[in-house]
């Protein structure tokens, strides 16, 4: 088997359009040039051996409009929302607000507020898989009353469609915050939206509820949706930003 080929990698800079491009070059045993953006916007262009850097630069001026739709397309992306942590002194939010969490020792399980702390305080150490278990249940034990109290403010709004007021359930979902059942009127909440402001539950709730007058997510649906609430979309960016 002949061995393969694979230089050290180099830096190279060009200029287009009075933008800086920069790329990292690799010459390998290949026949084609590669040309790859990836999500953190870096440039990195594979060449066959033996072939100048200066038809490489060449090759690369060709792909530059390519190369910045790419870039600007992954700028583009929110950044994605930090991890949570479980341990003594991690940040916990509850209705938008940060929590300090506080492991304490009692007979039974229980968790609570006080100040600017949450309390956990549990017969034994809890693992972080315990501690987040214990703190899920109690957003969801918190949440059916804020649910309500949201469904309070956000349904005035749709007052003139005279629709059927809607049934709240808390649901825990992996993968989104809410959903609807236009047919029967029932609407699922994850209890995690406790852990953020009032008025980014008052923006999944509206948003459900649009969803009683339009199924999809249609031009139609978010015209209705920014009707009803015009600064939606900061409450959106907001919630996720919130630790995942």
Not at 18 to 36: D, E, H, P
Not at 52 to 62: D, I, R
Not at 125 to 135: G, I, K, M
Request: with cysteine; aromatic share 10%.
């Amino acid at each position: 088997m002949p061995r393969s080929f694979s230089a050290a990698p180099r830096r190279e800079t060009l200029l287009y359009k009075n933008q800086t491009l920069n790329y990292t070059l690799v010459f390998r045993s290949r026949r084609t040039i590669g040309f790859a953006v990836r999500p953190d916007g870096s440039v990195h262009v594979s060449a066959p051996a033996g072939i100048s850097a200066e038809w490489v630069a060449q090759q690369v001026l060709k792909r530059a409009d390519w190369i910045l739709k790419h870039q600007a397309t992954f700028a583009s992306r929110p950044v994605p929302a930090p991890s949570r942590r479980f341990e003594a002194g991690s940040t916990q939010y509850y209705q938008g607000q940060p929590y300090r969490l506080r492991f304490d020792t009692a007979s039974r399980a229980t968790v609570s507020l006080a100040g600017d702390e949450l309390v956990l305080a549990t017969p034994t150490a809890p693992t972080p898989a315990q501690t987040e278990a214990l703190l899920h249940a109690w957003y969801a034990r918190q949440a059916k009353a804020h649910f309500a109290d949201s469904l309070e403010r956000v349904w005035p709004r749709f007052a003139e469609f005279n629709l059927t007021r809607p049934t709240l359930f808390v649901r825990a979902m992996r993968t989104r915050w809410g959903s609807c059942t236009p047919r029967s009127a029932r609407i699922r909440l994850s209890p995690e939206l406790v852990r953020a402001r009032p008025e980014c539950l008052d923006y999944v709730l509206l948003h459900e509820c649009c969803h009683l007058l339009v199924g999809d997510h249609s031009k139609a649906f978010y015209d209705l949706q920014t009707r009803l609430m015009p600064d939606w979309e900061q409450w959106k960016a907001e919630l996720n930003a919130l630790p995942k």
